[in-house]
């Protein structure tokens, strides 16, 4: 995912941290190169300008320049400050599935990885923390996005609400906490119907559906390779329905990264989960630390 951005910023302090003493002007000509590197990437410009203030404030004083390894300290600098965008300074949350059955609203355009991912996060919390699942489609317009939930269900081991034609989406929202309460889940996932682009039909339907069960998390997924449109979508879906997380899909392609370094800091939300593969044992936490030294090689 970081491929191109970490060659780029690689070249950039190889060459920082071989030079031995460093200048003022050092710092701010390396960051000059790590901004274009950010917005190559795609990342937003306004998170691109102030990322790039703020390590060249704490990199140019006498107790960086002047130290025994300048490049190394500026180096542990940025390092700290993509976390610092990454996740802002509370860090990524743990999902608030407590008081069963917890409900979790998975929202987002069709195509983005919803389905899948409900599946991953299910099988997730059944495997690592012995939670009773019960997934539930509310896709009432695609039979045969209903159709492979159920499917993913029986491969993953994860009950689903069983179909009922001609219910709304509300009214499959509130048997499936129903059938959560009375058959002990822990939780309960619902898998809202997605459209090619926002519309207000999608935005009115999510957001009754949010106000029938009130949900302790909603989570957007989201295509990663879309990089600053992904972040744009984020921002309409959190107006209108308010997102609790982002899961960033498709991390394992070939995106530049943009939408992982911009999303919280745009959006104020955090990424809870990033996407790798199509397999439902394919989803990994985000975990700021790893990412920001995987971005710096
Ligand atoms: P939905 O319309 O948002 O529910 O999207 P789906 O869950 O049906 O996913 C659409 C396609 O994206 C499927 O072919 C998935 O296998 C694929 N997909 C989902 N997440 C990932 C991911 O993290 N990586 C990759 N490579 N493919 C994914």
Do not use: C
């Amino acid at each position: 995912m970081f491929e191109s951005l970490s060659d780029r910023l690689s070249g950039v302090f190889d060459r920082l941290t071989k030079q031995g003493a460093l200048t003022e002007d050092d710092v701010r000509t390396a960051m000059r190169e790590v901004r274009v590197a950010l917005l190559e990437a795609d990342v937003s410009l306004p998170v691109a300008r102030d990322f790039v203030k703020r390590v060249t404030a704490k990199a140019t004083g006498a107790a960086v320049t002047k130290s025994i390894t300048p490049g190394q300290q500026v180096v542990k600098i940025v390092h700290d400050e993509l976390k610092q965008i990454l996740a802002g300074e509370e860090g990524i949350p743990p999902l608030k599935i407590d008081n069963p059955p917890a409900p979790i609203l998975m929202v987002g355009l069709q195509g983005g990885g919803k389905t899948t991912t409900t599946g991953k996060i299910a099988k997730r919390l059944k495997d690592r923390e012995g939670k009773r699942v019960l997934m539930a489609s509310l896709d009432v317009n695609r039979p045969a996005a209903m159709e492979q939930l159920a499917i993913l269900g029986g491969q993953i081991g994860v009950d689903t609400l069983p179909i009922v034609p001609g219910q709304s989406p509300v009214d499959i929202a509130k048997r499936a906490k129903q059938q959560a309460s009375l058959g002990g889940y822990d939780v309960y996932m619902l898998d809202t119907a997605g459209r090619l682009q926002i519309d207000q039909v999608l935005m009115d339907e999510v957001a009754q559906v949010h106000a029938a069960v009130q949900p302790r998390e909603t989570l957007l997924v989201v295509d990663g390779l879309t990089g600053q449109v992904a972040v744009e979508v984020a921002e309409e879906f959190d107006a209108k329905v308010g997102v609790t997380g982002v899961v960033l899909t498709r991390m394992d392609g070939d995106g530049r990264g943009g939408a992982a370094l911009s999303m919280r800091a745009v959006t104020g939300k955090p990424i809870r989960f990033v996407g790798t593969g199509e397999k439902p044992d394919a989803l990994e936490t985000f975990d700021p630390d790893r990412i920001a030294g995987r971005i710096l090689g």
